[in-house]
């Protein structure tokens, strides 16, 4: 992935911190919050989800880390220490596959389990995902194909889509929706299909405007983003999902 092109760090003191790190952790502890207190209006012991979350976090920066590598850059794996070095790298798509597989993990065999959770989760994680994005829209380091597009950002080498913002936008979207299908009364018991479908049909989208003329571009397989193909398995649970869950 090529490096950080816009705000590169905070300074605060000694400390020099990273606006991906600050927004990703605001938006864990924000989409926690969220997912509280929606576990709770829902009638639901909220404890058990936080313990999730806690694993999940974890789970989620080690499967981040590792695709990073395995798909992105395999090449680093000459280092004995690169999978010990779990900030060198991290894939979003990696961290939201390692984080969904820990989660169900925690729940399997809990009685209530992860569907019912499953409202709470999505309405968390949308906006809590969304202000991670967000930190990658400031240091604009998912640049997209050249552009005279309005919203296009600045790079050194011309205008350029910026996907860090586009997502952020398409999240924010989505925590939109989520939000007016609670109020409804609408999806109930389906907003985490829902969630994972819209994500998933969006983000293949954006990743198909993703540079491919930079160094470090992300590669593909058979045609397709290592995100791409996240994608389609966000899609095909959320379809078999919906399917399994219709009436009758």
């Avoid at 300074?11 to 924000?30: H, K, N, Q």
């Avoid at 989660?103 to 009685?111: E, I, W």
């Avoid at 983003?225 to 996240?230: E, K, M, S």
């Amino acid at each position: 992935m090529p490096g950080e092109l816009g705000l590169r760090l905070l300074e605060v003191g000694p400390l020099a911190l990273r606006p991906t790190g600050l927004l990703a952790a605001a938006g864990l502890v924000t989409g926690l919050l969220v997912a509280v207190r929606a576990a709770r209006r829902d009638g639901l012991d909220h404890a058990p989800l936080v313990r999730a979350v806690v694993v999940a976090a974890g789970a989620g920066l080690l499967g981040a880390h590792l695709v990073h590598l395995l798909a992105y850059h395999p090449e680093e794996l000459a280092d004995p220490w690169a999978l010990a070095r779990l900030g060198d790298g991290l894939s979003s798509m990696g961290g939201l596959l390692g984080g969904a597989a820990a989660m169900a993990l925690v729940f399997r065999g809990r009685t209530p389990g992860l569907g019912r959770y499953g409202d709470a989760l999505a309405l968390g994680l949308a906006p809590g995902w969304a202000l991670g994005r967000v930190g990658c829209a400031l240091v604009r380091d998912h640049p997209g194909h050249r552009t005279a597009f309005p919203l296009a950002a600045a790079y050194p080498d011309g205008a350029r889509h910026d996907l860090g913002t586009y997502e952020a936008v398409l999240v924010f979207v989505l925590a939109a929706v989520l939000l007016a299908l609670r109020r409804r009364g609408a999806a109930r018991g389906r907003l985490l299909q829902v969630l994972a479908l819209g994500y998933g049909v969006g983000r293949f989208a954006l990743d198909a405007l993703r540079a491919t003329d930079l160094p470090g571009s992300d590669p593909r397989l058979a045609g397709l983003t290592p995100a791409q193909w996240g994608c389609l398995l966000l899609v095909g649970w959320a379809a078999w999902s919906l399917r399994a869950k219709r009436p009758g």
